[in-house]
C-alpha cells in the first residue's frame, strides 16, 4: 500500500510539474556570453529597433551582425576595466544633459519627452548615464589601442608593395561629366 501512494505521488508531482512548466513563458534569454556579461535577446531586439528609427541600415542578418557588435562592445568594455580605464561622472553628465536637449528641441518639451520615453526625465538620465558611460568607455579602449601605433606614408606603401599583386582589388577609374547648356 505505501508503494502504491508513493507511485501514485510521484505521478502527481510529476503532472502537476508538467502542467506547470506549459504554462511557463520565456522573459528573455541569453545568446552569448562576453567575460561575465551576457548579450540578452531583449539587447539585440532593442539595437534592431534603434537602428530602424535612426532609419541605419544593417548588413546581413541583425541576429547575426547586431550580436557581434554587442560582443565587440562588451569587450571593448572588459579591456577597459582590465586597463583600469575610467570615465568622469561629469563627463557623462555633460554627454546625457546634451542628450536630452536634443531630444527636447526635436520632441519640443519635457512633457512630450517624457510621454514619447513613457519615463520620467530622471528615468531617461539614469538609463541612459550607463549607456553613455559605455560609449566613452570604448573610445578610451579604442584610443587606447592605437595611442602607440605609429604608421607613416610610407609604411603603408611598403606593405602594398610587399603584397602578392593578384591580393590587391583592381578599383576602375570612372569619372562623369555632365554639361549644362543654355
Known sequence: MRKLLTILLTILSTLQFVAYSQNYKVIDKVVWVVGDEPILYSDIEAEIQRKKYEKTPIEGDPYCTIPELIALQKLFIAGAKLDSLTVSDASVEQQVDGRIRYFLGQIGSKEKVEEYFNKSITQIKEEMSNTVR????????????????????????HYYEKMPKDSIPNIPETVEVQIIGL
Open 134 to 157: 559605455d560609449q566613452l568607455l570604448m573610445q578610451q579602449m579604442q584610443q587606447h589601442i592605437v595611442s602607440n601605433a605609429r604608421i607613416s606614408p610610407q609604411d603603408v606603401k
